[in-house]
């Protein structure tokens, strides 16, 4: 298995312009989240998915945030207009179907490192 | 609501020595507790987990024990290796109910081994 794909590795871009982020599961994962870390505020959840359907959003910091699922084994971040501040390492992570909820190993992505100038 | 305490780092072994890495947790329900590992560049990995109280979870080396009364699933190895320097998060699960469940890290751990 390939694991969970993450593109582009890296990205530079400068305030303003739009940042999509991009993700594939692990095939046969249920659950699909996208983390946000930085130093200041570590590892922070931004949005999961279970079946393609957004479940909680309650992290995206502001509207400039938005994702998507269209099926089961692609899923977007977008950032529009992205700002400095928006710079971090973005992860994706999926789990499979377990013996019940909240026993689900996640398995991350390596990360997109998003840099805003 | 659901939090996860850390011990700060970074913390500095040399080679051989016994690695302890505290953490703590407050949850209203009955959590499952992992500890994460995330090496240079990479993406998170699970090191070992644990989804009960008195539960001991281990994998390469390294153990944590599910303790309820304390609240604590503190993270040990009995002799550290240059390979295990890595930053380790230690991170609670629990279901709230319809289907959303409280997923909480740690800030994050940097353990540094030298020779």
């Known amino acids: 298995d390939a694991g969970v794909i993450q593109s582009p590795r890296h990205e530079v871009t400068e305030m303003g312009q739009e940042v999509t982020l991009r993700c594939k599961p692990i095939?046969?994962?249920?659950?699909l989240f996208w983390y946000r870390q930085t130093m200041m505020r570590g590892l922070e959840l931004l949005i999961y998915?279970?079946?393609?359907?957004?479940?909680?959003d309650s992290g995206m910091p502001e509207d400039r945030f938005s994702a998507k699922m269209p099926n089961a084994s692609f899923s977007t971040l977008k950032i529009q207009p992205s700002e400095p501040r928006d710079s971090a390492v973005y992860f994706c992570?999926?789990?499979?179907?377990?013996?019940?909820?909240?026993?689900?190993?996640?398995?991350f992505g390596p990360g997109t490192r998003l840099t805003v100038l | 609501g659901d939090s996860v305490t850390q011990m700060e780092g970074p913390v500095t072994l040399s080679e051989e020595a016994f690695l302890t890495i505290n953490c703590t947790y407050t949850?209203?329900?009955?959590?499952?507790l992992f500890w994460y590992v995330q090496y240079p560049g990479e993406g998170l990995q699970l090191l070992l987990k644990?989804?009960?109280?008195?539960d001991k979870g281990s994998n390469k080396g390294f153990e944590a024990t599910y303790r309820k009364e304390t609240t604590s699933f503190h993270l040990e190895k009995g002799s550290v290796q240059v390979s295990d320097s890595a930053v380790y998060f230690c991170?609670?699960?629990?279901?709230?109910?319809?289907?959303?469940?409280?997923?909480?890290f740690g800030k994050g751990t940097k353990l540094s081994v030298i020779p």
């Open positions: 992570a999926s789990s499979s179907p377990g013996s019940g909820i909240g026993t689900d190993t996640q398995y």
């Open positions: 095939s046969g994962h249920d659950y």
């Open positions: 998915f279970n079946n393609n359907v957004p479940i909680d």
């Open positions: 949850a209203t329900g009955y959590p499952s």
């Open positions: 644990a989804t009960k109280a008195d």
């Open positions: 991170a609670l699960y629990s279901y709230s109910g319809a289907g959303s469940y409280q997923l909480t």
